[in-house]
Structure formats: structure tokens, C-alpha cells
């Protein structure tokens, strides 16, 4: 795929202490297979669908033996303009800018509320090669117990506008959008989530049978965390493996319910 406008999310990885059982779950759940790990790159080993490179796992650097989560990367021109930007606005930069041979150029970044991302600066590496496709990326959405402070840093940091989402439930949901694409959901963490939770992005990967999906991960020791629920956008459910990483799956082809209104954000 060509190189994705700035704000637009481009790429997913995650650490495991456990990289070979990583390896085994999400080729189970989600039909993966994965390329040769890189020793000169921390090991760090690509996850491909049907041949496409879609997200990439890897051990934890030494000293970083931290809890197992999955790391959203948003598309940037320019990392070192757009790590001053977020440096500006309350966020903290925790790496990088750091250049990758010539794959591109990284950062590591945490916005006001305690949401861990990444920037991507695409070289010969340009990001996911599929989209919205059975084991690709489909969607994520940023959950913080902060939306204000979220809302703000997002808007300032990328070239996002937003819109909120009108629901029966009134749960506080609001959307990115880079043009008239929508890119990026916003929750608000209510008192549903246990309160050792930390702010974290939610990456949805699609599947072709949502509850079959739900069935291999808890076979392999994985735990359904929501659903499986229809919604307009598809059936999906949220899971975390048996190393701790949450993430999402969804039937896309599988769809209930109308669209929900959205409303601009002034």
C-alpha cells in the first residue's frame, strides 16, 4: 500500500515475553503466519495474511519486561516535527525519534491521559500491505478514562477533526476523521473497566466468523472480555490473550442495526 496521510493509523505490533506462544495463539485466532525474526532488529518478526504484512510481534527490549499490549502507529511526514507537537501539548515522548535502517523512523509516545502510541515516518517500510480483510488491521479506538485531555491532544497533534456518536446507551464515544475518513474512535473508560486497567488503543483485526474466533482464543487460554455483539459495523468481540494483550475481532460482513448519527465537533 502507498504511504498513508498523516494521522491515518499505519501499522500494529506488540511485545511478548513469550514470542513463540504469540506466535501459536494469533496464528490460531487470527490465521497468521510469520516471517523470519530480524536478531539484528530485537528479533522483531512480521505477521503476515494471505502473504500481506499485517502487524509484527517482538520481545521485550531488556529491562522492559512490561505488561503484554498492542501498539497502534500513526502515519507522520515528519516524526520530528510531530514529536515537538506532541511534547507541546502535554504529551511525553518515551522514544525517538529513532530511525530504522531505512524502514522508516519511529517514536514512542504517551498523550496526557496515560494512552500509549506510535509515530511512523514511513522509509522503505510503509506500513500495513492490507486493510479491513480477514487477519488485517480494521479499526481502533483510543480508551481513556481522560476524553477531555484526549480530545484536545489528538486534534493538535495529527490533523484530525471530530465528530461525536449519538447512542442509546449515552456512552461517550467521539471519532476522528482525517478529511471525511474516519480513522480513529475515542471511549471514555467508565467504571465498567477495572480500575488496574491502564488507557490503552483497542486494534480490531477482522475475521471471517466472529464467535468461531472468540471459540480459538479461549480454547488457547484467551478470555473474552465483551461479546461477541451485533452492532452496525459488524459482529465483534474484545479478547485478551493469555499474555495480557487486549484486542478486538470483527466480522465485518456481519452487520445489525442503522448507523448511528454523528454529529461535527466545533
Given at each position: 500500500m502507498a504511504v498513508q496521510p498523516e494521522g491515518t493509523p499505519c501499522w500494529a505490533d506488540a511485545m511478548f515475553t513469550d514470542v513463540e506462544g504469540a506466535k501459536s495463539f494469533y496464528g490460531d485466532v487470527l490465521g497468521w503466519t510469520f516471517g523470519e525474526s530480524s536478531s539484528e532488529f530485537g528479533n522483531y518478526t512480521q505477521a503476515y495474511a494471505d502473504g500481506k504484512a499485517v502487524a509484527a510481534v517482538v520481545p521485550p527490549m531488556?529491562?522492559?519486561?512490561?505488561?503484554?499490549?498492542?501498539?497502534?502507529?500513526?502515519?507522520?511526514?515528519?516524526?520530528?516535527?510531530?514529536a515537538a507537537r506532541i511534547r507541546d501539548n502535554g504529551g511525553e515522548v518515551l522514544m525517538g525519534p529513532m530511525t530504522v535502517d531505512d524502514f522508516g523512523t519511529m517514536v514512542l509516545a504517551r498523550d496526557p491521559g496515560g494512552v500509549v502510541f506510535g509515530v511512523w515516518q514511513a522509509g522503505t517500510h510503509e506500513g500495513f500491505d492490507v486493510l479491513g480483510v480477514p487477519g488485517a488491521y480494521c479499526w481502533a479506538e483510543v480508551f481513556t478514562r481522560s476524553p477531555d485531555s484526549s480530545d484536545a491532544f489528538f486534534p493538535?497533534?495529527?490533523?484530525?477533526?471530530?465528530?461525536?456518536?449519538?447512542?442509546?446507551?449515552?456512552?461517550?464515544?467521539?471519532?476522528?476523521?482525517?478529511?471525511?475518513?474516519?480513522?480513529?474512535g475515542r471511549m471514555e473508560m467508565t467504571d465498567d473497566f477495572p480500575p488496574e486497567v491502564p488507557p490503552y488503543i483497542n486494534v480490531y483485526f477482522g475475521v471471517d466468523d466472529c464467535d468461531a474466533a472468540v471459540a480459538r482464543a479461549t480454547e488457547r487460554g484467551g478470555a473474552a472480555v465483551w461479546g461477541p455483539m451485533d452492532t452496525p459495523f459488524g459482529r465483534f468481540a474484545s479478547i485478551r490473550d493469555p499474555q495480557g494483550a487486549t484486542f478486538s475481532v470483527i466480522d465485518m460482513n456481519r452487520t445489525e442495526g442503522e448507523m448511528p448519527a454523528m454529529t461535527d465537533v466545533p
Amino acid at each position: 500500500m502507498a504511504v498513508q496521510p498523516e494521522g491515518t493509523p499505519c501499522w500494529a505490533d506488540a511485545m511478548f515475553t513469550d514470542v513463540e506462544g504469540a506466535k501459536s495463539f494469533y496464528g490460531d485466532v487470527l490465521g497468521w503466519t510469520f516471517g523470519e525474526s530480524s536478531s539484528e532488529f530485537g528479533n522483531y518478526t512480521q505477521a503476515y495474511a494471505d502473504g500481506k504484512a499485517v502487524a509484527a510481534v517482538v520481545p521485550p527490549m531488556p529491562g522492559g519486561e512490561e505488561q503484554s499490549a498492542w501498539c497502534l502507529y500513526l502515519a507522520s511526514p515528519d516524526a520530528e516535527a510531530t514529536a515537538a507537537r506532541i511534547r507541546d501539548n502535554g504529551g511525553e515522548v518515551l522514544m525517538g525519534p529513532m530511525t530504522v535502517d531505512d524502514f522508516g523512523t519511529m517514536v514512542l509516545a504517551r498523550d496526557p491521559g496515560g494512552v500509549v502510541f506510535g509515530v511512523w515516518q514511513a522509509g522503505t517500510h510503509e506500513g500495513f500491505d492490507v486493510l479491513g480483510v480477514p487477519g488485517a488491521y480494521c479499526w481502533a479506538e483510543v480508551f481513556t478514562r481522560s476524553p477531555d485531555s484526549s480530545d484536545a491532544f489528538f486534534p493538535a497533534v495529527f490533523p484530525y477533526t471530530a465528530k461525536t456518536m449519538e447512542t442509546h446507551e449515552g456512552m461517550d464515544f467521539r471519532t476522528f476523521h482525517v478529511g471525511e475518513d474516519p480513522v480513529l474512535g475515542r471511549m471514555e473508560m467508565t467504571d465498567d473497566f477495572p480500575p488496574e486497567v491502564p488507557p490503552y488503543i483497542n486494534v480490531y483485526f477482522g475475521v471471517d466468523d466472529c464467535d468461531a474466533a472468540v471459540a480459538r482464543a479461549t480454547e488457547r487460554g484467551g478470555a473474552a472480555v465483551w461479546g461477541p455483539m451485533d452492532t452496525p459495523f459488524g459482529r465483534f468481540a474484545s479478547i485478551r490473550d493469555p499474555q495480557g494483550a487486549t484486542f478486538s475481532v470483527i466480522d465485518m460482513n456481519r452487520t445489525e442495526g442503522e448507523m448511528p448519527a454523528m454529529t461535527d465537533v466545533p
